[in-house]
């Protein structure tokens, strides 16, 4: 029996001009990792809304079809039925946990479905420890960043152990090394206890290896349903945008099969004679940058030529926050952000990346040090619904704001029903609509429900602040688009900076902080970008053509490499 079946099923918001879901088909199979992809707004939140429940118990609307989840149809069973069988986490965590501390949340599912009190120490220990909670099991779930209340979301699912998880951009909010073990977390639940997943997410390199099969949605309907080396070969005519970053390079250079993961890239790049010694053969052999071409020219990313020495936008001198019979969440913070400047702030959960942002626009004061601003500094939280006050869209920001937000045709929608990256950009545009443009933009995880194109297209607007003097910081843990957008990185931990440089030298030749084209070329011409590594790649095919070994099932085609 599927532990998830989805009939033809078709939905409507109240007041959408057009269905969000039509005529949805799938089944999914106990032990089953399913990873469901598409453009923003494509449908897959609603998708999941409508697999727990709450469409359309909870959104109303018109809803025709069936949706069964472990034998319970949910046109008779309500969420709180399905949830017995289906452990959920949405785009916003902050709006789940409701429980004063870690612990009581991870212990309330748990009680509710009449678990003995051994039971569920143990298994709240064992979550804790699963999702690197344990230290926070006695915290006030008040005083969490937003990547720890979204663990603590994702452990108060998973402690039941459920027959199927639900999770909608689960690693949005979480540091490279939090959100590769949920993965395998998730990976090793499908393997070892038939928990199904059903995974909506946009950065697809982080979780394509692991999965069975990816669905893919387009204006509401099932487009393709393959796995993923299927699922790649068709993105690559029908859908460029969810490419993975391995798959763009290769794709520029024109060598197929398209790579489901690092590993295979590498792997492919290594029968070719196309892989250069690695970065710790390269430093024993002369220098962090000795060997191939990374030391015949100057890396591909510069350094930033921005100074803020003379009129900085914002200045932190020696800042420190303090909490009363508690830790320090900042520690001496000293920095300067040049006008027009674009910086990116990455670091561990709960590194201060947050606290540095309020800070830095008033809402918090530093305990100790100083702070310098030269102007008006705005500032987008994690959660854009804390932004929305109105019932319409079009009564939260001017028409001007939403048609750069690319909002003008929603303006009838409530927000609250909006897509993840469609509130994003609305509360963006909330907090941007003025006549005087700010000094400083500051911005907590903007990319959270976006998807690649809208990254891009987020990224080139940020950038286009610099006409107007604007200078931006904004905290991610997106490193792709860090590397798309920064020009310089902070790296924070323990609420200390312990990096300040380049992009190109903070986010090349890690294992976390860095991009699927680093891991790749292991930080060779400091390349983060897909474009950047095919120069790279393309230069040493020029040199060293080689024919795929017998078998490989690989084929080369005319390079299409971009300069």
């Known amino acids: 029996m599927s532990v998830l079946e989805v009939e033809r099923l078709s939905y409507r918001y109240p007041g959408a001009g057009a269905a969000a879901l039509t005529d949805v088909t799938l089944a999914v199979e106990p032990g089953e990792f399913c990873l469901v992809a598409g453009l923003s707004a494509s449908g897959k939140s609603t998708l999941l809304r409508a697999v727990s429940g709450l469409v359309p118990h909870f959104h109303g609307g018109d809803f025709a079809g069936r949706v069964t989840v472990a034998g319970l149809d949910t046109r008779e069973h309500g969420p709180a039925a399905i949830g017995a069988m289906a452990g959920t986490v949405f785009q916003d965590p902050e709006t789940q946990v409701v429980m004063g501390t870690v612990r009581a949340e991870l212990a309330l599912g748990l009680e509710n479905l009449g678990r003995p009190p051994a039971a569920v120490a143990r298994a709240v220990e064992e979550v804790a420890l699963a999702l690197g909670l344990a230290s926070l099991l006695d915290r006030s779930t008040h005083e969490l960043s937003g990547g720890e209340l979204q663990r603590v979301a994702l452990a108060a699912a998973l402690a039941p152990r459920p027959r199927l998880v639900l999770l909608d951009e689960p690693t949005s909010q979480l540091d490279p090394v939090a959100g590769d073990e949920l993965i395998w977390l998730l990976r090793r639940l499908n393997q070892e206890w038939d928990t199904a997943v059903l995974l909506v997410e946009h950065r697809l390199e982080r979780c394509l290896a692991a999965a069975d099969r990816v669905i893919v949605l387009e204006g509401g309907r099932v487009v393709s349903d393959a796995d993923p080396a299927g699922f790649l070969g068709w993105a690559a005519g029908a859908a460029s945008p969810l490419q993975t970053p391995a798959a763009r390079m290769f794709a520029q250079l024109g060598i197929e099969p398209p790579p489901v993961?690092?590993?295979?890239?590498?792997?492919?790049?290594?029968?070719?004679?196309?892989?250069?010694?690695s970065l710790g053969e390269r430093m024993q052999a002369g220098g962090e940058h000795a060997g191939g071409s990374s030391r015949s020219r100057p890396p591909l990313w510069r350094r930033s030529k921005a100074s803020a020495k003379d009129s900085p936008a914002l200045r932190m001198h020696s800042v420190w926050h303090e909490l009363r019979d508690g830790p320090s969440i900042l520690r001496g913070v000293s920095f300067s952000l040049g006008v027009g400047e674009r910086v990116v702030l990455m670091g561990r959960n709960g590194a201060g990346k947050s606290t540095l942002l309020r800070h830095a626009a008033g809402l918090l004061a530093p305990t100790r040090g100083r702070i310098e601003r030269g102007g008006r500094v705005a500032l987008l939280l994690q959660n854009p619904g804390d932004y929305f006050l109105h019932e319409r869209v079009e009564e939260e920001a001017s028409a001007p704001a939403l048609e750069r937000a690319r909002l003008s045709e929603m303006g009838a929608r409530n927000p609250r029903d909006l897509s993840g990256g469609e509130r994003q950009r609305l509360a963006l545009a909330v907090v941007t609509d003025s006549e005087l443009p700010p000094t400083v933009l500051a911005l907590d995880e903007p990319t959270r429900g976006m998807d690649?194109?809208?990254?891009?297209?987020?990224?080139?607007?940020?950038?286009?602040?610099?006409?107007?003097?604007?200078?931006?910081?904004?905290?991610?843990?997106?490193?792709?688009?860090?590397?798309?957008?920064?020009?310089?990185?902070?790296?924070?931990?323990?609420?200390?900076?312990?990096?300040?440089?380049?992009?190109?030298?903070?986010?090349?030749?890690?294992?976390?902080?860095?991009?699927?084209?680093?891991?790749?070329?292991?930080?060779?011409?400091?390349?983060?970008?897909?474009?950047q590594g095919a120069v790279i790649l393309g230069e040493r095919m020029s040199r060293a053509p080689t024919a795929p070994g017998p078998g490989s099932g690989e084929s080369v085609k005319r390079p299409r490499v971009l300069r």
């Open 452 to 531: 690649r194109g809208a990254k891009s297209s987020l990224a080139a607007w940020l950038s286009e602040r610099r006409v107007d003097g604007t200078a931006v910081i904004v905290a991610t843990h997106d490193v792709e688009f860090a590397a798309e957008f920064a020009e310089r990185v902070l790296l924070l931990a323990d609420g200390r900076v312990i990096a300040d440089s380049s992009a190109g030298e903070v986010l090349c030749g890690g294992w976390y902080f860095t991009t699927e084209t680093a891991r790749i070329l292991d930080g060779a011409g400091q390349a983060l970008l897909p474009e």
């Open 261 to 277: 993961g690092v590993r295979q890239a590498r792997g492919t790049l290594r029968r070719r004679d196309l892989l250069e010694p």
